[in-house]
């Protein structure tokens, strides 16, 4: 007779080779953290169609003034992901991302509090650096906890967040200030990023033999996936841990990431020139209600979690994720002409939000193209460096739109800027996608 004890340990054994999937609780946590983050970052958006908000910071019918609270959040995100990245792989990517949340809900006080217009711009500065530490602390995770075959998905995992936050920021933000005020906005911000903080503190680790829910069975999926590229990646360089100078020198020499980083950037410039201005244009320029100005606002960022998901799919499926980068901005850069160019408003908010979503198109592929292409000891850095130079690039781009209101007065000008951006980096991709990227 078989003995209890013995088929309880095979019963066990039999469970165990069933992989648990902590990993997806993982990247869903990543989603909801990037979708707080946009939520920080689109409620000045908001603001600057609300005139009780403007006349509040002196700033009413100064359009290059308006342009400037996106520009120096941009700015300072880019700077971080510069300097403070390089930290983020030394103290893990968990303790940095719960350190930048707590200086978001900082930011969000202090922006709730201010009485003048530099105290404003000083909780947007501080805003992002909190989130320039953040966000390539996203693609580390990925790459610890996916195998390569997955990171197509993860990443359109994490990435719809991108555009869920503006999509929910827009009749969200619209509401809370309709009702009860621009200050209560950012006391709510403060709230909502608690929500992260502890979903990260209570339910992650850097890697997945440090979590006590991980399996054998799964553990020994991740990791013999990625030992097969780390080996792979060995034999390519040669490089074992190299010193920030050498992971420097590298990147600066590596074309690819160099047209990577030149694509998203461009990318960059038009979620944040459209994320700072669309709510402002379908009100001024193409005379929209308040409540119907949140509804077409949001609708982009709608299209774009579409475009992501899409994406992911597709990247998977047919691994050639350079084409889908070359699609995405060139439909962006069409949408947003004919947006321009439209008669009709309704029209012209439809084409805008198939140009301005479709970048969605394109986001993951440019972080999964990011990660193959560099060795997993300095993905963490590049994309610091990559993110650093779109930022820096893209917080050009609102201010520089406000400038061209201020000089033409009309938005016309700064549309084309957009579009110029996504002919430019359909071109930069395209040696990739001859690559089979």
Known sequence: MENVGERDMVVEEIIDETPTKKRVGVVIILLITVLVA??????????IADPTFLDAMGINGKPFEMGLLTSLFVAAYGFSNFVLTPLGDRMGARKTMILALA??????????????????????VLLGLGEGMHFPMQGKFVKNWFPPSERGRANATWVVGIMAGPAVAMPFFTTIIHNFGWRDSFFVLALIGMVPIYLLWKYTTDKPADHKGVNQAELRYIEEALAKEAEEEKQKSGLEKPKLS?????????????LIT???????????????WLPSYLKMARGFSWSSMGVWAS????????????????????????????????????????????????HAAMFLTFGVGAIGFGISPAWTIQQ???????????????????????????????????????????LMVLVANGLFATLCVIPLALKKY
């Open 372 to 414: 193959r292409i560099i060795p997993a000891h300095s993905v963490g850095t590049a994309g610091g460096v990559m993110n650093g130079i779109t930022n820096l690039y893209s917080a050009l781009i609102p201010a520089i739109i406000g400038w061209l209101i201020a000089m033409t007065g009309t938005y016309n000008a700064g």
């Open 246 to 258: 050498a992971t420097l020198k590298m990147l600066a020499t590596n074309y690819k990431f160099i």
């Open 262 to 276: 030149l694509y998203y950037s461009c990318l960059g410039s038009i979620l944040w020139g459209a994320m700072a």
């Open 38 to 47: 946009y939520l920080d970052r689109v409620n000045v958006s908001v603001l």
């Open 299 to 346: 609708m982009p960022y709608v299209f774009g979690m579409v475009c992501i998901v899409a994406s992911g799919y597709f990247a998977d499926k047919f691994n050639r994720r350079a084409v889908l980068c070359a699609i995405s901005m060139f439909c962006a850069a069409v949408g947003i002409y004919l947006g321009a160019q439209a008669v009709d408003n309704t």
């Open 103 to 124: 200086l978001w809900g900082i930011s969000s006080i202090i922006g709730g509090l201010a009485q003048t217009f530099m105290i404003m711009l000083a909780s947007r």
